[in-house]
């Protein structure tokens, strides 16, 4: 074996010397102390072999071929369920927010991200409802409705202004709670945005686009995404119970329902070229020569040493 390393060991430790074997594996001390020697032989990734023996003055000692072997490597394998993973990104994606302070659950940095379970669908949907941001953004699009007197069967004033929060809270609540938890789990979708970020603009922008409408499942294909579109009917159609008599009716939830797909569109195109900028905490989308001699008779010791090659491994749990 090439380059191995011979560390050679006399009675007296200050004639301690060393070489390195040949392309033929040789090696040779040729002033090697008399007496009792000890050789120490080793390669990187090699386990050390040891050799004993007595060089008399004047001799030659031709040391018996030795046979380095490949170290003992142990192989731990740890083997971690899916939903732990899942959970992992969650709480990833639970820092990722916009500007320090607005939450950004809904998209995954992490193209090959595992899918989440109905619980953990859940626990998103949950905690996007009640994040404090959700409540303040909340108030302020209630204010905007009341100074242009949007939905005027409710009224102004603190009574007015109430209903339009609670109309507003209860529309992106309930288009959560179906469109990001009960669909996705009964069709088996995952509810998140996938972030792109590679591509022409154009490829991106027509991604971003056609994810309004399609969406991962869980088991990593694309298909179309009925839990957004049909949320998106079924939270306008609830909507009916809330908002005033005026503003109910099928036309109007169709209407709403095409909305809300569009303002998803538009959102997954602010969240592909703008949101990523403005949103930290982000995961990472990874030889020696020979030694001094004895003054006195030549007493040489030679040798060889090869690699015998073989991994030996443990699978742990």
């Known amino acids: 074996m090439a380059s191995a390393t011979i560390q050679l060991t006399g009675a007296d430790p200050a004639t301690s010397q060393q070489a390195t074997t040949d392309n033929d594996g040789r090696f040779t001390f040729a002033h090697a102390p008399t007496g009792p020697i000890h050789l120490t032989m080793g390669a990187d990734g090699f386990a050390a072999q040891q050799f004993d023996g007595n060089l008399q003055s004047g001799q030659t000692l031709e040391v018996p071929q030795i046979t380095l ?41 992490v193209p090959d991200a595992v899918a989440l379970n109905p619980r953990q669908k859940f626990e998103l949907a949950w905690k996007s409802t009640v994040n404090p941001v959700t409540f303040g ?29 609670g109309a507003a809270y209860a529309d992106g609540a309930i288009g959560t709670m179906i469109g990001g938890f009960i669909l996705p789990s009964l069709f088996k979708q995952d509810p998140r945005y996938f972030y792109k970020g590679t591509g022409t603009k154009k490829s991106r922008l027509m991604y971003a686009l056609a994810n309004a409408v399609i969406c991962k499942g869980d088991n990593g294909h694309w298909q179309a995404n009925y839990s957004g579109m049909i949320g998106a009917v079924a939270a306008a159609g609830i909507s009916n119970a ?37 949103t930290p905490n982000l995961p990472a989308h990874d030889p020696g020569g ?28």
């Open 137 to 165: 953004i909340t108030g302020v699009v209630a204010g905007i409705q009341q100074a242009r007197n949007d939905f005027s069967g409710y009224g102004q004033g603190a009574d007015g202004y109430a209903k339009r929060y």
């Open 242 to 278: 809330y908002y005033p008599s005026q503003d109910r009716g099928a036309d109007l939830v169709f209407q709403n329902a095409l909305i809300g797909i569009g303002a998803t569109a538009a959102a997954n195109v602010l969240q592909e070229f703008v949101i990523r900028k403005f």
């Open 69 to 109: 072997a490949l170290a003992t490597v142990n192989t731990e394998v740890k083997v971690v369920p899916p939903q732990v993973i899942a959970e992992q990104q969650i709480k990833e994606a639970e820092k990722q927010k916009a500007l320090g302070f607005i939450p950004n659950y809904y998209v995954s940095y």
């Open 290 to 317: 020979n030694g001094g001699g004895v003054g006195g008779k030549t007493h040489t010791l030679v040798g060889k040493a090869f690699g015998v090659f073989g991994v030996r491994y443990r699978d742990g749990d």
